[in-house]
């Protein structure tokens, strides 16, 4: 009992069941979607700076381990040229240095990275002794280059810690070349020179050109890493070399304001340098909250989206499963509607037919039970196929012009006899003045006059009086039918011109019908390009009135609106055209 009750409800509140089992997972999702986007939002920065950070690390590893590697294999002198033990009694200091076979290895591994190279030695034939630097001109590949005392010094300062291992002959731990950038003018890299029992026998060393540095081997490290790093947004990307005074040394691009947001040491040389990198528009935390925004509202539209397409999925369903309901109402209520005067008929037929009646009058009231009902029959045949015809897009129209007026008195002279039958008086009010013309198709328009009529005897309970008004209002010719019967309420008032559509009340619940009339007329009128409203109170009366385009000349012509209707309004959607006022 209680599954039913539940089966019945879900049936009931398809659309806002199927809609909040949509709604609440989905907000859900959407919740748990801002939640990691707003994490995401407050972490993206760091690990954007920390990919930053690697890209620079990267640019320097490239520079800087070329720049050993070379300082390694441009220092390398062999010790042969190192003719020199100290302390040596025949020290003779144009022999202690092969100069030749030095200059001659100079040549052969050129750098020109280095400005300067140099050689050492401990010089001296007796305790103390003093250190001799021999410079090298890279440029004229010669000894005896011109050098400064400030050069003289510095290259005597970093060449000192090797010259102690000459005087101890101890061997050193690592070979690896060494770099004095205590003057920032003059960076030095040296390198010991060892014989075969690894001891020192002198040193080799060269000045770093800071231009050629920059130019010849960051600038072009930096263009080819930074597409690499940052492809879609290479050009964005500001890339600056600041010196040990915090002057700018380097950029790839013109720039304002700041030179970097993040930035990294350099190592090995340059050690007081930095490489920073920054983009143009936007702050790490600038660009992670676009992102953040921009999933989010990507996510916010997906999921409307997916809300809006569910809600129409919803709405057809729901929609046909209504239509369906109303479907098989029309079916019990047509049936009833075939039985109940059949059954008469046959009655009253038989007890003619036996000729058990004899009393005139009697027998004059049931032929005309027979007659009316049997009309009653046609009319609701004709609509019932009528309808079949609308919805197959089959029903045609014979369009010719016409007085409305001929059309409603002949109408009214077939459906007296119901009339009269059912105590009814009808009035017929016509203007003084003829009505202009109209185009129509005269037995569809009566058949909706006869659904109009037909209605207001049904729903007019016990007043029995019914007005039909012929008018004429811009630019219409108009056909009213008003009954002062059960009335309909101003929201049921736009329903009553769908199919199968029959307001559910008490007041109406005895009545027969199959809750087509209504729509065949809505459908009929709108074919000659005209439409019908509705002013209606409960307990008061309607009035429904048929609205006609007058023929003006301008109208089409009657063969072009002859045929097919080209758009059924008899869809699967229901249309409202119905106005209504109270
Ligand atoms: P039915 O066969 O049920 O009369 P209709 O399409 O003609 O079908 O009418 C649809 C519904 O509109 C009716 O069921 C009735 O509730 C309401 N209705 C139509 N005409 C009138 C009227 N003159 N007065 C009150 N209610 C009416």
Redesign the pocket.
Same mark, same amino acid.
């Given at each position: 009992m209680k599954m039913l009750k539940l089966k019945e409800f879900l049936r009931q509140h398809a659309l806002w069941v199927g809609l909040i089992a949509v709604a609440i997972p989905l907000l859900a999702h959407l919740w748990l979607q801002y939640k990691s986007l707003s994490q995401l939002e407050s972490t993206l920065p760091y690990q954007r700076k920390a990919y930053m950070r690697k890209y620079l690390s990267q640019v320097l590893e490239k520079v800087i381990v070329y720049y050993e590697e070379k300082a390694e294999e441009v220092l390398n002198v062999p010790s042969t040229a190192f003719n020199h033990t100290y302390p040596n009694p025949d020290y003779d200091p144009r022999t202690a240095i092969d100069f030749d076979q030095v200059g001659e290895y100079f040549t052969q591994h050129k750098f020109n990275g280095a400005r300067m190279l140099f050689v050492g030695i401990i010089s001296g034939r007796e305790e103390p002794s003093y250190v001799t630097i021999s410079f090298y001109n890279p440029q004229s590949n010669e000894f005896g280059a011109k050098v400064s005392r400030e050069e003289r010094s510095v290259a005597h300062a970093a060449a000192a810690n090797w010259m102690a291992m000459i005087m101890t002959k101890s061997e050193p731990k690592s070979l690896r070349p060494t770099v004095d950038e205590r003057d920032s003018k003059n960076r030095v890299i040296v390198k010991p020179i060892v014989d075969s029992n690894k001891h020192v026998v002198g040193v080799a060393g060269m000045f770093l050109d800071d231009q050629v540095f920059v130019k010849e081997y960051l600038s072009p490290a930096i263009s080819e890493l930074t597409p690499r790093w940052f492809p879609d947004e290479y050009q964005q990307a500001i890339v600056t070399v600041l010196n040990q005074e915090d002057k700018l040394v380097f950029a790839n691009q013109q720039y304002e304001g700041k030179a970097f947001e993040v930035g990294w040491p350099f190592q090995f040389i340059y050690t007081d340098w930095f490489l920073g990198i920054r983009m143009r528009h936007m702050t790490e935390e600038e660009w992670s909250r676009r992102y953040f925004l921009i999933n989010l509202a990507f996510s916010a539209l997906t999921a409307l989206v997916l809300i809006g397409g569910i809600v129409m999925a919803l709405r057809t369903a729901s929609r046909a499963m209504k239509l369906s309901q109303m479907k098989a109402d029309f079916v019990s209520?047509v049936s009833h509607e075939l039985r109940t005067p059949l059954a008469s008929i046959r009655v009253f037929g038989e007890f003619l037919k036996l000729g058990r009646v004899k009393d005139q009058l009697k027998i004059r009231e049931y032929g005309d039970y027979i007659e009316t009902e049997s009309r009653r029959l046609t009319q609701l045949i004709n609509n019932i196929l009528d309808f079949s015809k609308i919805e197959s897009g089959q029903k045609t129209y014979q369009f010719e012009q016409t007085n409305v007026e001929h059309v409603v008195t002949d109408t009214l002279k077939t459906f007296e006899v119901v009339l009269e039958q059912n105590g009814f008086t009808i009035n017929l009010e016509k203007p003084q003045q003829a009505l202009p013309p109209v185009v129509i198709d005269q037995e569809a328009i009566a058949q909706a006059f006869i659904?109009l009529l037909?209605?207001?005897v049904?729903?007019s309970g016990e007043a029995k009086e019914i007005n039909v008004v012929l008018g004429q209002q811009a630019g219409f010719v108009t056909v009213a039918v008003r009954?002062y *019967?059960? %009335?309909?309420a101003t929201e049921?008032c736009e329903k009553?011109?769908e199919k199968f559509?029959?307001?559910g009340n008490v007041l109406?619940h005895d009545?027969k019908?199959? *809750?087509? %009339?209504?729509?065949i007329v809505k459908h009929i009128v709108e074919a000659h390009q005209g439409k019908v409203t509705v002013e209606?109170e409960v307990g008061a009366?309607?009035t429904?009135v048929i609205h006609l385009p007058i023929d003006d000349g301008t109208m089409p012509k009657p063969a072009q609106r002859e045929g097919k209707d080209e758009e059924s309004t008899f869809g699967s959607e229901l249309q409202i055209s119905g106005q209504t006022s109270h």
């Open positions: 209520n659904n037909d209605n207001a049904k729903y009954d *019967g059960v %009335g309909i049921e009553v011109f559509y029959r307001v109406v009545v019908g199959s *809750g087509l %009339g209504l729509s209606s009366g309607s429904f």
